[in-house]
């Protein structure tokens, strides 16, 4: 990232600051990997989580047998692993409740297209060697907080990005490129400014260009191809992307076949992942 986009981001006051309840899960993932007490004990302490977590694990996305009224209850019937990652996406919620201001931007899309590569993202991790799941599942989660950003602080700027996507053809990617600030610069700053994990940081800003990841190369192309497939299913937000062809990097050794699968697996849960997780943003 140059200094002059660094420089501009510095400029903007009243940046959000990361939620605190992602906070603590992120910070004590070591302890919480043997520690469902301690997960517990973090939920408990937002109501707003809880309700949202209880809510989810009584809904037809579970279909339990019996109403589950704790989140003792709720983490064995879910599991550690898909609690943790309810959690964090729970804690991002406020940033996608408010109009964005832009009719491009729809804030219930934007979620379902985060909660669509984080999904995505976690299925293609579960077949390449050398990147953990739930991880990639967070990144995901993350990769396009930097729209949000250009939306609710950097107004001006966005109205030129969108202007030049308008009057060249050309895609929103390539018009902020143009306009010298990119949402995933922007989105890897605030990464920083929240002291997230190196690979999340680097993730989040090479997610459309992971050849540029050299240190973290396999989790941006995981990204990257979770996007792509995100977009083509139709998955909340697509951008007017372009997506009649999907790209797969070649590091993560997939071939046609894996990728095939993973996007009908997704395709099949389309509908469940809206009903899911939309909800809480007042999808039907």
């Known amino acids: 990232m140059s200094y002059s986009v660094i420089r501009r981001l510095n400029a903007i006051e009243n940046l959000p600051t990361i939620p605190h309840t992602m906070q603590q899960v992120l910070s004590q993932i070591d302890e919480l990997s043997s520690s469902v007490g301690t997960l517990q004990s973090i939920i408990e302490q937002d109501p707003a989580i809880t309700t949202m977590l209880l809510r989810a694990a009584n ?15 709720a983490i064995v019937m ?18 996608f409740s408010d109009d964005l201001g832009f009719d491009e931007f729809k804030p219930v899309d934007l979620w379902l297209h985060s909660i669509g590569v984080a999904v995505a993202a976690k299925k293609i991790a579960q077949k390449v060697n050398g990147v953990d799941p739930d991880e990639m599942f967070t990144a995901g989660m993350l990769h396009d907080i930097g729209r949000l950003v250009y939306c609710l602080y950097l107004k001006k700027e966005l109205r030129e990005v969108l202007a030049w996507s308008r009057n060249t053809g050309c895609s929103l990617n390539e018009a902020e490129d143009k306009v010298g600030l990119t949402h995933a610069e922007i989105g890897s700053y605030l990464a920083m400014r929240w002291k997230l994990s190196a690979l999340l940081v680097d ?16 989790g941006a192309s995981v990204v990257f191809l979770a996007d792509s497939l995100a977009i083509r299913l139709g998955i909340g937000w697509t951008g007017g992307s372009d997506t009649r062809k999907i790209l797969v990097p070649r590091n993560l050794g997939l071939d046609g076949v894996a990728v095939r699968k993973i996007a009908l697996e997704l395709l099949e849960e389309k509908a469940k992942i809206v009903a899911g997780w939309g909800n809480v943003l007042g999808v039907r």
């Open 59 to 73: 809904s037809s996305f579970y279909s339990p047998q019996e109403e589950i009224s704790s989140v003792a209850r």
């Open 78 to 95: 879910m599991g550690f692993r898909e609690i943790r990652n309810r959690v964090i996406s729970y804690s991002l919620m406020g940033f």
């Open 203 to 218: 993730v989040i800003q090479h997610h459309h260009k992971p050849q540029h990841a050299v240190a973290n190369l396999k």
